[in-house]
């Protein structure tokens, strides 16, 4: 935007516009690449740590708890059954060691844990920064965008060119005259019409007939397309937007951009 703005010429409506969206949308993608850093820092780097050292470590001494828990029960079931004095001494013995290593793999277990409560709160501190993050960066983009908006709007509907521009030069024409009798382009060839001449076009009465000097895409219902070269009628319509004209080509109807136009004798 701000290279194609250099080339329309920053002293032009639309070349001052796109560098101004330029300069916003390098403002808007600074904000983004901070807002990426400081979630990656203070959210997802904790979050990531957590996942794939602390919890797999709860997690594996948790399954391990539970095997301890099935050889218990296994030496209970064996005791149980015994029945003869040796194989019951035997019984005993291997329920007190698998007991033992239960309760120890249990008190691990629970230290964890009680871990996870002070990780948690960590955790949604980081949370909250996140979205204490993202409420900055969406509020930036908004101030960003408001500003941009002011600014584009304080644009006046017709330009003069200025001395910024690299050469102006009228465009010629042999069987007709440009609207309103002069028009100028700049070395981008974006025709822009003095103020005098479109005031002098929009008081004329009638319709007339106007020759296309670009392809016009239609943004609505309410425009007319456009194809270079050809021969439309257009006329004035009270109140409507200096910058237009309502446009006819048989049955078709619409508004039309006067900077598109070349208005015929």
């Not at 095997?67 to 004095?85: E, G, Q, S």
């Not at 709007?153 to 009798?181: E, K, L, R, W």
Request: net charge neutral.
């Amino acid at each position: 935007m701000i290279d194609a703005g250099t080339e329309f010429g920053p002293g032009t409506a639309y070349g001052n516009a796109l560098i101004k969206c330029g300069e916003t949308q390098k403002r808007i993608g600074t904000a983004d690449r901070e807002l990426i850093q400081t979630s990656a820092l203070n959210f997802l780097t904790p979050l990531r740590n957590f996942i794939e050292g602390d919890y797999k470590t709860i997690a594996k001494e948790r399954k391990l708890l539970q095997n301890k828990r099935l050889d218990l029960d296994a030496a209970k079931t064996r005791l149980k059954k015994a029945k003869a004095a040796e194989t019951r001494v035997s019984s005993e013995q291997e329920l007190r060691i698998t007991q033992s290593e239960f309760d120890r793999q249990a008190e691990i277990t629970r230290l964890l844990l009680e871990g996870i409560s002070s990780t948690h709160a960590h955790h949604l501190r980081c949370l909250n920064d996140f979205v204490e993050a993202q409420m900055t960066y969406y509020a930036q983009c908004y101030q960003y965008m408001l500003d941009l908006q002011k600014q584009l709007g304080s644009f006046p509907s017709i330009y003069h060119c200025n001395n910024n521009q690299t050469s102006v030069a009228p465009i010629p024409s042999a069987s007709s005259n440009v609207i309103g009798s002069s028009a100028l382009t700049s070395t981008s060839g974006l025709v822009i019409t003095s103020p005098s001449n479109l005031t002098d076009l929009k008081e004329c009465s009638g319709s007339r007939k106007a020759r296309v000097l670009y392809d016009y895409d239609a943004a609505n219902s309410t425009e007319l397309s456009l194809l270079a070269d050809e021969v439309i009628t257009v006329f004035s319509v009270i109140g409507m937007d200096s910058d237009w004209l309502m446009g006819e080509r048989g049955n078709q109807k619409g508004r039309v951009p006067i900077t598109y136009l070349e208005l015929l004798n």
